[in-house]
């Protein structure tokens, strides 16, 4: 099963919105994001577990969170765009 | 020595200011530019700041711009607003941040309310001048010179009728009287970090209620592969490096100010005030700017046929540090009518206490 990664193109937005999800007991990581995930470069991502990413999905929907795409981390490295 | 030039930059700092400026360049790195941990630590610093100030102003986070000062922040916000020729309606009691940024831009500046410590006057000008023409409406919350506390919040809400962009210079009562992005509906609010709020000279903060033009271009962190600013806040007002020790020591100063209470820092200053300014009333020769209704921390005097700059010039050799001259705000001389002879100014802080104004007292008197 993958983990979840939402990405954004601002570090101010991803930690914005970390704050959410930590609120909610979230657990979270904000890292860089793969520059294959970006198209104009540059951006963060929040990683969450692969149970939490249905939830934090609708929280950050819910709270209009400024994510460009969710995807999902394969334990072998695969990264494909995910539909939560 | 004893500072009482807190108006111009609050010298005297919380002992945790310092520190977090000195553990931030031993330990920070570039905030969202890289993903390792002085970096990472960094963008958690900055954003820290971010949210203490959107807390303190009732703002969003992503709408605190960091600045070099506030009259960084006033150029952003008056050269998003305003064109060559457009009508701007500003207080005649702006600092030169104000004046000099419209003057360059060739705007058709209005003057509104020109009487000291009439905040009813002061609105009926405002009342009158701001028509749907009027392109910007740029007030400040408190006059540099004399303390005088303007009517904004219901200057605000007049423009806000008349859906005329609002901007508050929050210079002198940022740290002090309540500031709102979100109570003002302001289009934008510029303050310093180093006055009221206690940081490092080299901060600032511009709250942001609509997207600025840029000033500056170049490396966000964000969007790199594109020629262009990214189009949302912060990222694009924030081109360059981050002042990120200054930033740091902000945080602690906001962190003070919240601890101490706005209301309690205020109310000691301007009881250090009052009590000036009773004193040098009953002095022969002395000519005080006072009014306990509507007036923060700051005070203005001239003494009877004595230059001002020579009256300050005489309380420094003696240990007293207070500010003469125009104070970079000839309309504001200009509209008390003290343009040719400038003033004398003591503005007090959250650290002067009653001995240090009963010193500068004793010394007046003599």
Same mark, same amino acid.
């Given at each position: 099963m993958p983990d979840y990664a939402f990405t954004f193109q601002s570090i101010t937005a991803a930690q914005g919105s970390r704050n959410i999800l930590d609120r909610r007991g979230i657990e979270n990581w904000i890292l860089r994001s793969p520059k294959s995930l970006l198209g104009l470069g540059c951006g963060y991502l929040i990683k969450v577990r692969e149970n939490s990413g249905p939830r934090a999905a609708s929280i950050l929907r819910a709270w209009n969170a400024p994510f460009v795409r969710i995807y999902a981390l394969y334990p072998d490295g695969r990264i494909e765009a995910a539909a939560l | 020595?004893?500072?009482? &030039?807190?108006?111009?930059?609050?010298?005297?700092?919380?002992?945790?200011?310092?520190?977090?400026?000195?553990?931030?360049?031993?330990?920070?790195?570039?905030? #969202? $530019? %890289? #993903?390792?941990?002085?970096?990472?630590?960094?963008?958690?610093?900055?954003?820290?700041?971010?949210?203490?100030?959107?807390?303190?102003?009732?703002?969003?986070?992503?709408?605190?711009?960091?600045?070099?000062?506030?009259?960084? %922040? /006033?150029? /952003?916000? @008056?050269?998003?607003?305003? $064109?060559?020729? &457009?009508?701007?309606? @500003?207080? +005649?009691?702006?600092?030169?941040?104000?004046? $000099?940024? /419209?003057?360059?831009?060739?705007?058709?500046? @209005?003057?509104? %309310?020109?009487?000291?410590?009439?905040?009813?006057?002061?609105?009926?000008?405002?009342? $009158?001048?701001?028509?749907? &023409?009027?392109?910007?409406?740029?007030?400040?919350?408190?006059?540099?010179?004399? +303390?005088? @506390?303007?009517?904004?919040?219901?200057?605000?809400?007049?423009?806000?009728?008349? %859906?005329?962009?609002?901007?508050? &210079?929050?210079?002198?009562?940022? +740290?002090t009287l309540p500031v709102s992005l979100s109570g003002l509906g302001a289009a934008f609010i510029a303050m310093p970090g180093h006055k009221g709020l206690y940081g490092p000279s080299g901060t600032g903060l511009l709250l942001c209620g609509q997207k600025p033009a840029t000033l500056l271009e170049g490396g966000s962190g964000s969007l790199s592969k594109s020629p262009e600013m990214p189009d949302f806040l912060p990222d694009l007002a924030e081109a360059g490096t981050q002042n990120t020790a200054g930033i740091c020591g902000l945080a602690a100063g906001l962190r003070f100010v919240q601890e101490r209470g706005m209301d309690e820092i205020l109310r000691h200053e301007q009881a250090l005030r009052r009590e000036l300014a009773e004193e040098l009333a009953r002095l022969d020769g002395m000519r005080i700017f006072a009014d306990d209704r509507c007036q923060t921390g700051v005070l203005s005097f001239l003494i009877t046929g004595e230059d001002c700059e020579l009256t300050a010039q005489r309380l420094g050799e003696n240990g007293f540090c207070v500010r003469a001259g125009l104070h970079c705000a000839p309309l504001a001389h200009k509209s008390a009518g003290t343009l040719e002879t400038g003033t004398v100014r003591v503005s007090f802080s959250a650290f002067n206490t009653k001995k240090e104004t009963e010193r500068l007292i004793r010394y007046l008197k003599k």
């Amino acid at each position: 099963m993958p983990d979840y990664a939402f990405t954004f193109q601002s570090i101010t937005a991803a930690q914005g919105s970390r704050n959410i999800l930590d609120r909610r007991g979230i657990e979270n990581w904000i890292l860089r994001s793969p520059k294959s995930l970006l198209g104009l470069g540059c951006g963060y991502l929040i990683k969450v577990r692969e149970n939490s990413g249905p939830r934090a999905a609708s929280i950050l929907r819910a709270w209009n969170a400024p994510f460009v795409r969710i995807y999902a981390l394969y334990p072998d490295g695969r990264i494909e765009a995910a539909a939560l | 020595m004893i500072y009482l &030039d807190s108006s111009a930059t609050a010298m005297q700092k919380p002992k945790t200011v310092p520190r977090a400026v000195l553990k931030a360049m031993r330990s920070l790195a570039s905030p #969202g $530019r %890289g #993903g390792y941990r002085p970096a990472m630590e960094a963008a958690e610093a900055v954003y820290d700041c971010r949210a203490a100030a959107a807390e303190l102003f009732a703002a969003q986070p992503e709408q605190v711009v960091f600045t070099m000062n506030a009259t960084h %922040g /006033l150029n /952003l916000a @008056i050269k998003s607003l305003a $064109r060559r020729g &457009d009508t701007v309606v @500003i207080s +005649g009691f702006e600092h030169n941040s104000v004046v $000099r940024p /419209l003057h360059h831009l060739g705007a058709n500046v @209005i003057v509104a %309310g020109e009487k000291l410590f009439d905040p009813e006057n002061t609105l009926a000008a405002f009342d $009158r001048a701001v028509t749907e &023409d009027t392109k910007a409406v740029v007030c400040t919350h408190v006059s540099n010179v004399f +303390g005088y @506390i303007l009517p904004v919040e219901q200057i605000a809400d007049l423009c806000r009728r008349r %859906g005329v962009p609002f901007v508050l &210079d929050a210079s002198q009562s940022a +740290g002090t009287l309540p500031v709102s992005l979100s109570g003002l509906g302001a289009a934008f609010i510029a303050m310093p970090g180093h006055k009221g709020l206690y940081g490092p000279s080299g901060t600032g903060l511009l709250l942001c209620g609509q997207k600025p033009a840029t000033l500056l271009e170049g490396g966000s962190g964000s969007l790199s592969k594109s020629p262009e600013m990214p189009d949302f806040l912060p990222d694009l007002a924030e081109a360059g490096t981050q002042n990120t020790a200054g930033i740091c020591g902000l945080a602690a100063g906001l962190r003070f100010v919240q601890e101490r209470g706005m209301d309690e820092i205020l109310r000691h200053e301007q009881a250090l005030r009052r009590e000036l300014a009773e004193e040098l009333a009953r002095l022969d020769g002395m000519r005080i700017f006072a009014d306990d209704r509507c007036q923060t921390g700051v005070l203005s005097f001239l003494i009877t046929g004595e230059d001002c700059e020579l009256t300050a010039q005489r309380l420094g050799e003696n240990g007293f540090c207070v500010r003469a001259g125009l104070h970079c705000a000839p309309l504001a001389h200009k509209s008390a009518g003290t343009l040719e002879t400038g003033t004398v100014r003591v503005s007090f802080s959250a650290f002067n206490t009653k001995k240090e104004t009963e010193r500068l007292i004793r010394y007046l008197k003599k």
